[in-house]
């Protein structure tokens, strides 16, 4: 069982800027790609960036709405994927999940291909 640890997330103004961090258990991180999702309620969650790992850690995805704005990176040595997030709008208020699989030549962005799950931290953009 992989845990994930999720922080970073608070209130921030329209414009202003949070990194989200995502520490892991496992002990072959490296090997796992890693996708930050969002959700809200009454909504599915989604997801907004994801990064391959192994052979494919050069493989990214966002979603239309973060592209230009958030970035994903991985720190192997820590076992941490980022999600720096900038000019936050309101629309980007949600609880963000971090997710992990082990490394595999699917979709980046479906959800539920993801195995182990982090328990959320919310991002509140006011305006």
């Known amino acids: 069982q992989v845990q994930l640890v999720e922080s970073g997330g608070g209130l921030v103004q329209v414009g202003g800027s949070l990194r989200l961090s995502c520490t892991t258990s496992?002990?072959?991180?490296?090997?796992?790609?890693m996708g930050w999702f969002r959700q809200t309620s009454g909504k599915d969650r989604e997801c907004v960036a994801a990064i391959g790992g192994g052979w494919s850690a050069d493989n990214t995805y966002y979603a239309d709405s973060v592209k230009g704005r958030f970035t994903i990176s991985r720190d192997n040595a820590k076992n941490t994927v980022y999600l720096q997030m900038n000019s936050l709008k309101p629309e980007d208020t949600a609880v963000y999940y971090c997710?992990?699989?082990?490394?595999?030549?699917?979709?980046?962005?479906?959800?539920?291909?993801?195995?182990?799950w982090g328990q959320g931290t919310p991002v509140t953009v006011s305006s």
């Open positions: 997710a992990a699989r082990g490394t595999r030549p699917r979709s980046l962005s479906t959800n539920y291909e993801y195995d182990w």
């Open positions: 496992g002990r072959t991180f490296g090997w796992y790609d």
